[in-house]
């Protein structure tokens, strides 16, 4: 029997698994209170998956709130969406806006490798269709357990095979993204996803349904019985085996990327001919989700006849369909007069479309059920209303001891030439290659720089070649020893990527990766993280335009490293002047290093890798400096005076080195002063190698001096020599190298 | 130069086949699946991506699609086509050329940028070349095995049918390295790799796929 309004009118006591779908005593209380009466099995469904700690942010609400409060008017200027909408949107100039964001789907990787990493890509590249946008590259920023363990065999290939399996049948290039090993994600692998879109500034597209008598219109896939509480379920809460809990059943949606990309190109057609008045995505949450956020964002109510929506299951329940995390799924409203043009065009994709609702007068959301209303609620109580907790936050107490056991007593080794060559090995600075070579980089023709490159980069215009970078970066380790300090240090290195090709960083987007919110010292490591990655904004007067949140990363009570993951969109108005990674575009360079070398080895790849230790604080970052950097490196690359440039990050100078040399496919003779430990694998923020044509190293050195940027001539390229070459330790001929650098991944995972 | 390329459901690479018809000084003419004619052009072009999402077996669809019964007329009557990837893929399927492409052999997509020996300079779409020249140009694909019979692998290559061959370490497990072929008359040619990938070093490996879109210039001009 189906549970109507009336019916739960009629048994107030009725009881309800409230507590099975991931909703807390208060919390059910309220919903009745809301309801004046117990809710329906359909609108507890709804409540339940649209408070989960996924959708309704709960728990990091009231600290989110101060990424607002530390943007400026100025920061905003070039902001024409932000934190709120499906992505934030950038005005990039000559009319162009791009949006772009990353979202996690971090739990249903886990459970199902493949799937779960398909439908991450599907789901973000769905949110940046949803403001209009053609959605032009993806990245992924993916982070595993032990290398060498048992799981990680079973979730990598899985994944990787899921991102490339999708994206690849989606014709969206693959421009980026990271591999990070660390054993706190053994339990618990972490797979976010970066969508990159691009559309004229006047077509942007806002979620919300507005003008009564308007359609709404769902398009796309049937509806399934596939991720049904998906995001209450896995998203929301720790696994955990031990409790004694009835074992949940995986709720991981599969994926069909062909209909996805028949969804983009059709809705891509609808936007075109201007017959869209709202849109909005169907993903975590699914209906409940899509419907609630429309009318709560609209100014009237909504009616939606739930037995008109198509299903690929039989007697699927109004609860059940109204949860169904079914994937590629779009809801548009549609102005009556343009419903027959949104129907041909749906035709002539072969994409199915009902329309399943109305725009009505009011303000409630009234579903119905073969003439039975089953839900009858106020919707902004479910889409923005949510319950917020202010979780109690504490230091952790062993935070000093984690600090003051620092890496100075780590015995450093004697031979560093055979170190660079370890380095290179391991399996955190390896080469991705066995992972990006899965993925297409090529479709679409706009790929101007991809991995290995420290950004990906995209035109986005082919007359005037203006085109957009990206990096994403995280170093949890760091965001370990002080979070405050660590995300800093992310937005840095994301911002220095982005500056290093030659583009000006210009807006922010995070996902935010962490362990249970009902951990005191979790929280207090989110609140810090926040609070580093805000301030550090506004110290590089670059707004964060959006974000995500994913709590809950841990094995049983041992959560993750910190991992507030970054990405950096910067704007460059002629991709002909990217500025490569790699050495030897041009005869006769010479080699600088940009910035100040410290000894700093706290939370290092070289104490992590050799010594397994992780202890003392991380880099210290001057986002000043950052800034200043990057105005040089843009400068550089407009003047002609940069012929390439690569950041320096974990593994330090020795590792940039490396990478440039194999890159490039030419050696260097390279010339160091001081300790030569320090000055090869320190990991001291704030530096760019830069290789300048000879004929303009003078002008480009005299302009870091006029500016105040320290430099050092580090050495040559010299592209006879087939060699890594440092002086006063000997040489490494650059086919150790590459066998050293590339064969660790294939070695693990073929 | 009018040169059709043809887009199905899921297909990816249309728009960069359309832009090297253009980098050629051709224009590009799009054509739909469900198309029943070819609107006058001079040549076509099946180009990569998935096809009806490609879940049965690659291309095994799309050989039924009502425009590639204009293209299969229309090749038989000499007219240049070109299948690239999943239109390598289609062709086959729909018999203008011989043999099938499966799962590459180990198993996983290759996306890499791959050396190709072009063997023979006599296509509708390779005069451009000099016989034997290497070109280097992006290969991206999860089923780009070349397989034939041994009676077909001998006709393709004692008649010279053979149009690129893999250089180095074979990509994907075809056989005799091949990553191409052309039918007996030279007007269809199909390859796995992707040379309209290749025609600008800004955005691609090298620009040496071009050449393919501008011998056709000549075939066309010439005929």
Not at chain 1, 136 to 153: H, I, N, S
Not at chain 1, 330 to 344: D, K, T
């Amino acid at each position: 029997m189906i549970d109507t309004v009336k019916n739960a009118e009629a048994t107030p006591d009725q009881e309800q698994p409230y507590q099975e779908l991931g909703l807390k005593d208060d919390e059910y209380a309220r919903i009745k209170e809301i309801l004046k009466r117990r809710p329906t099995d359909a609108e507890l469904a709804m409540y339940s998956v649209m408070w989960s700690e996924h959708c309704s942010y709960k728990s990091s609400k009231v600290h989110l709130k101060y990424f607002g409060d530390t943007t400026t008017d100025e920061m905003r200027s070039k902001m024409l969406a932000g934190i709120g909408e499906n992505a934030g949107v950038v005005d990039v100039g000559d009319g162009w806006a791009v949006t772009f964001k990353v979202e996690s789907h971090n739990h249903p990787s886990y459970v199902e490798p493949y799937q779960g990493a398909a439908t991450g890509v599907g789901g973000i590249v769905r949110d940046i269709l949803a403001m209009g946008a053609r959605p032009l590259a993806v990245m992924d920023p993916l982070r595993f357990g032990r290398p060498d363990a048992e799981d990680t065999k079973r979730v990598l290939p899985g994944i990787v095979a899921g991102v490339g399996g999708y994206g690849n049948c989606l014709g969206l290039p693959n421009i980026g993204g990271e591999v990070v090993f660390d054993e706190s994600y053994q339990g618990n692998p972490l797979v976010n996803a970066l969508c990159v879109g691009a559309m004229r500034v006047e077509d942007l597209h806002l979620a919300h349904a507005s003008g009564t008598g308007n359609k709404v219109i769902l398009y796309g896939a049937r509806t399934g019985l596939d991720g049904i509480g998906g995001v209450s379920v896995l998203a929301s809460e720790t696994f955990d085996d031990t409790a004694g809990k009835r074992k949940k059943l995986p709720s991981v949606q599969v994926g069909d990327p062909f209909t996805e990309k028949v969804l983009i190109e059709c809705s891509l057609e609808l936007f075109e001919k201007g017959i869209v008045a709202g849109i909005q995505d169907l993903g975590g949450a699914g209906l409940s989700c899509a419907t609630s956020e429309l009318a709560s964002a609209g100014d009237g109510g909504m009616h939606v006849w739930l037995d008109r929506v198509p299903l690929r299951a039989k007697n699927m329940t109004p609860a059940e369909i109204l949860s169904s995390e079914s994937q590629e799924r779009m809801c548009a409203v549609v102005e009556p007069a343009n419903v027959a043009a949104f129907m041909e065009v749906c035709a002539k994709w072969d994409v199915i479309a009902t329309e399943i609702g109305e725009v009505t007068e009011g303000d409630r959301l009234v579903i119905t059920y073969h003439d039975e209303v089953v839900v009858d609620v106020p919707p902004r109580t479910v889409a923005h209303e949510g319950p917020v907790y202010h979780r109690p936050i504490q230091r952790p107490a062993d935070q000093d001891e984690l600090q003051a056991n620092t890496p100075d007593s780590l015995p450093r080794p004697e031979n560093l030439l055979e170190l660079i060559k370890i380095m290179a090995a391991s399996p955190n600075l390896a080469s991705r290659k066995w992972v990006t070579q899965q993925y297409d980089r090529y479709v679409r023709g706009g790929t101007v720089l991809a991995q290995p490159s420290d950004s990906g980069m995209i035109r986005i215009d082919e007359e005037t070649g203006r085109g957009v970078a990206l990096s994403t970066d995280c170093n949890g380790r760091y965001t370990k020893l002080d979070p405050y300090e660590g995300a800093k240090l992310a937005l840095a290195e994301a911002y220095r990527n982005v500056a290093a090709t030659g583009a000006t960083p210009v807006a922010v987007t995070n996902c935010l990766n962490f362990g249970s919110p009902e951990d005191p010292a979790v929280m207090w490591q989110f609140e810090q993280a926040v609070k580093g990655l805000a301030d550090g904004c506004a110290e590089l007067g670059i707004p964060v335009t959006g974000g995500n949140v994913s709590f809950y990363n841990q094995t049983g009570s041992t959560a993750i490293l910190p991992t507030p993951v970054v990405g950096v969109l910067g704007v460059i108005d002629d991709v002909r002047r990217r500025i490569p990674t790699g050495i030897g575009a041009e005869a006769g360079e010479t080699l600088l290093l940009l910035g100040e070398t410290h000894d700093e080895f706290g939370g290092s790849e070289w104490a992590h890798h050799v010594h397994g230790h992780l202890g003392g604080l991380p880099p210290k970052a001057d986002l000043k400096r950052e800034k200043l950097l990057g105005e040089i490196l843009v400068a550089g690359s407009r003047d002609g005076m940069v012929s390439a440039a690569h950041d320096l990050s974990e593994g330090g100078l020795a590792q940039a080195l490396v990478e440039t040399c194999l890159i490039g496919e030419v050696g260097a003779r390279v010339f160091l002063e001081g300790d030569l430990f320090t000055a090869l694998f320190s990991e001291s923020a704030g530096r760019v190698l830069v290789a300048v044509p000879r004929t303009e190293e003078q002008r480009f050195v005299d302009m870091c001096t006029a500016r105040r940027l320290p430099w050092r001539k580090v050495g040559v390229v010299d592209p006879e020599s087939n060699a890594l070459e440092v002086q006063g330790l000997g040489e490494l001929p650059l086919d150790e190298l590459r066998e050293a650098w590339e064969g660790t991944l294939p070695a693990l995972f073929d | 130069m009018r040169v059709g390329v043809i887009t199905f459901p899921g297909t990816l690479d249309d728009v960069d086949a359309q832009r090297a018809v253009r980098y050629a000084d051709g224009e590009a003419v799009p054509l739909w699946h469900g198309d029943h004619d070819l609107k006058g052009v001079d040549a076509v072009i099946v180009p990569g991506g998935f096809s009806y999402g490609d879940y049965l077996r690659c291309g095994a669809i799309a050989r039924f699609a009502p425009v590639m019964q204009e293209v299969i007329e229309a090749a038989n009557k000499g007219m240049p086509v070109l299948g690239i990837c999943n239109g390598f893929q289609i062709l086959a399927e729909a018999h203008l050329l011989p043999g099938a492409l499966t799962r590459n052999h180990r198993l996983h997509f290759v996306c890499r940028d791959q050396w190709l020996k072009v063997e023979n300079t006599s296509t509708a779409w390779t005069t451009r070349y000099d016989k034997n020249a290497e070109i280097l140009v992006p290969l991206k694909s999860g089923e780009g095995g070349y397989q034939a019979d041994e009676d077909t692998l001998k006709e393709l290559e004692d008649n010279g049918r053979v149009v690129f061959r893999y250089v180095g370490d074979n990509p994907n497990g075809s056989r005799n390295n091949i990553a191409g072929i052309t039918n007996a008359r030279g007007n269809v040619v199909g390859l796995m790799p992707h040379p309209e990938h290749a025609i600008d070093a800004l955005t691609g490996p090298t620009d040496d796929g071009l050449g393919m879109f501008l011998s056709l210039l000549d075939t066309v001009v010439k005929a």
